[in-house]
């Protein structure tokens, strides 16, 4: 910030009407600079103008003594020269203008990311990286209802894109979200808001029949007992995360993995698809894993039943891929 003194082009007491402040850096979308007249006396008039660079900024009318009159200049990331002036008349009869000049730096917003398979809930541990040099790393987890839980800070002067570990200590509790807030050098910060929570529905696995993606209406009642489970944490935690469904797909080793690999889409696709009719209110995404995460190990062209299943999650974002299976791709269920 810049401190600046007035100058009027009048009578020597209107130089003591305002004091000026220049706040010369911001970022975009999460500070901007600013010219800031600072009132010493009452004026009937105070008229600002100013023009950053094609930013136009200004105000015109009365003032009173102590007010502290902020005008922020939301220009465009890059460096600005700022031109204008600045007119007073003010209560003790005295008036007078002054140029106005002075410059400002406006960053564009800071990039932080989290560093793949970083987050360690237990641990309560997670690694971010900053494209530009750190000055500190705070993290907020919150629980049900967004009540705070842990908090961690790092201090730290990690140079931009290096990985910055931040650990939490946690209260009794559960993690619904983490928020973690990286400031550079210069105090400027960015935000990340992390959805870690997810819940695997406990279930009766709908049974298959060999190379078949439908199922009968026997099977029905596992399907309606896992959405009584469903509505149960929706209730719970909807208010706390977006919650979608996610369905995935297996089969048994019976026929070529190609092969597989669209049976146990279809497979999770009609279970999708009956979550859907039965009133699931969020999204839905399915996924197949063919016969790469098996439930029983068993030898290729083995019919086994308990195999041929699917997987159910709620989560605000996608499951990562477990076991032996890959990751196809979620689509969401039109």
């Not at 000055?135 to 908090?151: R, S, W």
């Not at 719970?236 to 797909?249: A, H, P, Q, W």
């Not at 993995?257 to 039965?278: D, E, T, V, Y």
């Amino acid at each position: 910030m810049l401190s600046l003194l007035l100058a009027l082009a009048g009578p020597a007491h209107a130089q003591d009407a305002v004091s000026l402040e220049v706040v010369k850096a911001g970022q975009v979308g999460t500070s901007a600079p600013a010219f800031i007249v600072k009132m010493n006396q009452d004026a009937s008039v105070l008229t600002v103008k100013i023009d950053c660079g094609g930013t136009r900024v200004g105000r015109d009318g009365p003032a009173r003594s102590g007010d502290r009159i902020e005008l922020k200049i939301d220009a465009p990331a890059g460096a600005h020269a700022c031109k204008g002036t600045l007119f007073g008349s003010f209560a003790d009869g005295s008036e007078g203008e002054m140029p106005i000049g002075f410059t400002i730096n406006v960053y564009r917003p800071m990039a932080m990311s989290l560093r793949p398979g970083s987050l360690d809930l237990p641990k309560r541990s997670v690694d971010v990286v900053m494209d530009r040099a750190t000055g500190k790393v705070e993290i907020t987890a919150l629980g049900p209802k967004g009540v705070q839980v842990g908090y961690g800070l790092a201090p730290v002067g990690a140079a931009a894109n290096v990985p910055v570990n931040v650990e939490w200590k946690q209260d009794a509790g559960e993690v619904i979200k983490l928020k973690i807030r990286g400031y550079d050098a210069d105090g400027f910060w960015s935000e990340l808001e992390l959805v870690p929570w997810s819940y695997s529905i406990p279930h009766e696995d709908v049974v298959f029949a060999t190379n078949a993606a439908d199922f009968g209406a026997s099977e029905e009642p596992k399907l309606a007992t896992a959405m009584t489970d469903a509505r149960g944490v929706l209730e719970k935690y909807g208010s706390d995360v977006v919650i979608k469904l996610y369905v995935g797909g297996h089969t048994d080793t019976v026929g070529d993995a190609a092969s597989n690999q669209k049976l146990s889409m279809a497979r999770a696709r009609a279970i999708a698809g009956w979550f859907k009719k039965a009133g699931f209110p969020g999204a839905i995404y399915y996924q197949g894993y063919g016969e790469g995460n098996l439930a029983i190990d068993t030898a290729d062209e083995i019919d086994e039943a308990r195999n041929r299943r699917a997987s159910y999650t709620l989560a605000a974002r996608p499951p990562e891929a477990s076991g032996g299976g890959g990751d196809y791709g979620w689509q969401e269920l039109k």
